[in-house]
């Protein structure tokens, strides 16, 4: 990367990739080490052992450090040259307008011009949300249109639905059976009311007839009719 245009780009903004790579090389270099530190710690409190098995300890934790630590740095120099060649590379011709070039004047320019666009992208928005608020009213009105319309053919189906059942064959016997019941019902009621009506009526019927006054009045026709023979 040195001597090349992506460098003298980084340069110009002030920024040094290779420095920042150099810092996670380090950084994972010292969490290497504060590992088997670690481990080292941990695995003579364990094991409780004296001084010589401490040594045979330490070269072994010492011997997967420096395996690993190889495995490592494989991985890391891959990881080194993808962000060289891909991540901290800048387009081939690309080219970093200088401060110098802008003047007070070509900045005031292109924030009046950002501040029209804006206004105008915003009234656009604006327009286009009352076109849909407008819409959105107009859906629903079809909606409830079209839900009362349903309620109404769901009450005329049902309607339909009623009047044939009533029309059915085993329907229309079994209202013939329950009028011919009623009606039988009714007629032994008149003839119980009647007869008792006429049982009660009997006595009023022989009283009138042996009272004094009935019998006067028919004396008073048999003499009018001697008189007359």
């Known amino acids: 990367m040195e001597g090349s245009e992506s460098e003298a780009v980084f340069d110009a903004c002030d920024l040094n990739p290779q420095r920042f790579i150099n810092e996670v090389l380090n950084a994972s270099d010292d969490l290497l080490d504060g590992a088997f530190q670690f481990c080292l710690q941990q695995a003579s409190i364990i094991t409780g052992c004296g001084e010589k098995q401490s040594d045979e300890l330490a070269k072994g934790v010492s011997y997967l450090r420096n395996m690993t630590q190889g495995i490592l740095d494989k ?126 009526m009997e006595p009023l019927i022989a009283g009138k007839i042996n009272s004094p006054s009935k019998r006067q009045h028919v004396f008073d026709n048999h003499d009018l009719t001697a008189s007359l023979e």
Request: some cysteine; glycine content about 4%.
């Open 75 to 200: 991985r890391m120099n891959i990881w080194e040259k993808y962000c060289l060649r891909h991540c901290f590379s800048v387009p081939e011709g690309f080219l970093l307008q200088k401060t110098q070039d802008l003047s007070v004047e070509n900045l005031s320019l292109q924030e009046g011009g950002s501040e029209a666009e804006l206004d105008s992208q915003l009234s656009s928005l604006r327009e286009k949300l009352a076109a849909v608020g407008k819409e959105s009213s107009e859906l629903h009105r079809e909606i409830q249109a079209l839900e009362k319309q349903a309620s109404l053919n769901n009450s005329y189906d049902a309607s339909i639905a009623e009047a044939l059942q009533l029309y059915e064959p085993n329907s229309t016997h079994e209202m013939f059976q329950e009028v011919r019941k009623v009606a039988s019902v009714l007629q032994a009621k008149a003839e119980t009311m009647q007869i008792k009506r006429a049982k009660d």
